[in-house]
């Protein structure tokens, strides 16, 4: 159960993250909001398969069983996201670490900062493949482990007696 939701809400994660990158939100001030379509997207997910899964049980379900059902749905997405930044930022758009180191660069001009330097390695740290592989799988990880507790909380049920 857990396995199909996390890969089909994996998929349409996955779909959008790469129509917001054909796009440019990320690179944008639009990228700070396109976010919040993932973790609906992901919520969604996690919302069906423990719908599911309560369905099968009699609709009767722990807020335990509910919040694991949740959170391996989400870490699927999580693994599947940081596999989509990975393939993107090494092959499909390689440039890009350069591009935003420089976007980073010019800022801190602007605001005539010091440590020039310090920030430019940062943030090649931050934007390599596997810095954002982090990112991805780490910021989806945390959302997730949030939807979770929220959706346990509001789908969990106790037996019916009567």
């Known amino acids: 159960m ?16 790469a ?22 997207i992901m919520a969604t997910g996690a919302y069906l398969c423990v719908k599911e899964t309560r369905t099968l049980n009699n609709d009767v379900i722990s807020f335990g069983k509910a919040f694991y059902s949740a959170i391996v749905v989400c870490f699927i997405i999580s693994i599947m996201m940081g596999a989509h930044a990975y393939v993107f930022n090494s092959t499909v758009d390689p440039n890009r670490q350069e591009r935003m180191v420089q976007q980073f660069h010019n800022e801190m001009i602007k605001q005539k900062k010091t440590e020039i330097r310090q920030i430019d390695e940062n943030a090649r740290t931050y934007f390599s493949p596997m810095g954002q592989v ?17 959706i346990a909380a509001f789908t969990r049920s106790t037996k019916k007696y009567g």
């Open 2 to 17: 857990e396995l199909k939701y996390g890969v089909l809400a994996g998929i349409a994660c996955v779909v959008f993250r």
């Open 19 to 40: 129509f917001e990158f054909y796009m440019g939100w990320p690179d944008s001030d639009l990228g700070q909001y396109s976010a919040y379509i993932g973790i609906l």
């Open 134 to 150: 982090t990112a991805e799988s780490g910021g989806t990880m945390i959302a997730g482990l949030f939807v979770s507790l929220v």
